[in-house]
């Protein structure tokens, strides 16, 4: 499965689903697909992904969506698309949604 983050600060972008689903735990939001964060709530979320991708940095994270054959990706490097997109939502103060991606609407 694939997930889409979208807000209207931001271009959408598109994670691998268990890593999307840990990175919205790492927000303190439930791993829920769809889910949404309001954007009053947006600073805070961000910072607790921050901090949990810190408390994680240098492990590569891995799931059954990666293709065993890749070599491992540092979880730093996964969550910057989406660190760039809460920052937009946060100073547009707009809000984040997430689904599971759709590539025929």
């Given at each position: 499965?694939?997930?889409t983050f979208k807000t209207e600060a931001h271009a959408?972008?598109?994670m691998f689903g268990k890593i999307a689903l840990d990175m919205v735990t790492?927000?303190?939001?439930?791993?829920?697909v769809p889910g949404a964060i309001l954007a009053r709530d947006i600073p805070e979320a961000l910072s607790r992904l921050q901090s949990g991708i810190e408390a994680g940095a240098g492990s590569?994270?891995?799931g059954k969506d990666d293709d065993e054959n890749d070599p491992p990706v540092d979880i730093v490097?996964?969550?910057?698309p989406l660190i760039d997109l809460l920052k937009a939502?946060?100073?547009?103060?707009?809000n984040v949604m997430w689904e599971e991606a759709s590539f025929y609407n």
């Open positions: 499965m694939l997930i959408g972008i598109t790492m927000m303190g939001h439930t791993p829920t590569p994270t891995s490097h996964r969550a910057l939502a946060a100073t547009a103060e707009k």
